[in-house]
């Protein structure tokens, strides 16, 4: 066999030795990541929620646990000297702690959804302190628990929220500038509707003023139609009109009716009557 060749083939096996070996310690050893709220405010006699998520590579089973501890931040506590456990969870079970938590702490996170959080209330000012989470997905057992530094305070201390105020301020700033365009919608629809009326009685003061055509007046039995002189209608003897007499000037019409009774004087008597109206101009 070839020296070369048996050097070659065993730095392979070597190799493909080392690289499974790191692997499967490097997955052994992952450490699981704990994150909580780093500071929660809760007012006095309210319940405070604290917040506990959990990433690990490991399938969560039975056999993950979670503890939450607390260590109070008053010299005079008796829980100041050093971390108290006031709730643990494992199996899918719930085990309170120290008797000044037991009916105060309640589990409501899902630990299938990597969610370990819990709930305090009612607050006291004797749960100022420190808040520990701690879970452990075994092989994932390495990780540094989370804390959450809770402060209990009075009503007066709780730092003011300017969200509501934001709020109200822009909507009452949206209803201020409805109510403007409404408004102004309305004053140009009545300088609209104004204008329209004063067009349409502008227009039936010029329509009265155009003069009306001039009706044909019809000749009654008694006489017949002439054009209107500018004086006395004249008429000759036999009762022919003079042609010369008419003129095209306007003026009243005048209809003469002649006497045909047969008496003497029935040449010389002539009796004008009116049977129009001046027209007009």
Request: with cysteine; glycine share 6%.
């Amino acid at each position: 066999m070839d020296p070369k060749w048996s050097n070659t083939r065993c730095r392979r096996i070597l190799l493909i030795g080392f690289t499974l070996y790191v692997a499967l310690v490097t997955k052994h050893a992952s450490a699981i990541d704990i994150h909580a709220d780093s500071e929660v405010i809760v007012q006095n006699g309210t319940t405070g929620i604290l917040r506990c998520t959990f990433k690990t590579s490991e399938v969560v089973s039975s056999t993950t646990s979670v503890t939450w501890t607390f260590q109070s931040s008053q010299p005079d506590n008796q829980l100041s000297k050093a971390p108290y456990v006031i709730y643990y969870f494992s199996n899918g079970k719930g085990f309170p702690g120290q008797d000044e938590f037991k009916d105060r702490v309640q589990f409501i996170g899902d630990i299938n959804k990597r969610d370990v959080s819990i709930q305090l209330s009612p607050a006291q000012f004797s749960d100022n302190g420190t808040f520990f989470c701690d879970v452990k997905n075994p092989p994932d057992v390495k990780g540094t628990p989370a804390r959450t530094e809770l402060r209990v305070v009075l009503k007066e201390s709780l730092p003011q929220n300017n969200t509501a105020m934001i709020v109200g301020i822009v909507c009452a700033a949206l209803f201020v500038l409805v109510l403007v365009a409404v408004a102004a919608c309305l004053v140009m629809r009545m300088l609209h509707n104004r204008h329209d009326y004063e067009g349409c009685t502008s227009l039936e003061s010029v329509s009265s003023q155009v003069p009306q055509p001039r009706k044909k007046v019809e000749s009654g039995r008694e006489g017949s139609r002439c054009t209107s002189p500018s004086g006395p209608l004249q008429v000759g003897a036999g009762g022919q009109r003079n042609p010369l007499a008419a003129t095209i000037s306007p003026g009243p019409v005048i209809y003469a009716q002649l006497d045909h009774s047969g008496s003497k004087n029935s040449f010389h008597k002539m009796e004008p009557v009116v049977y129009a109206d001046i027209r007009k101009n």
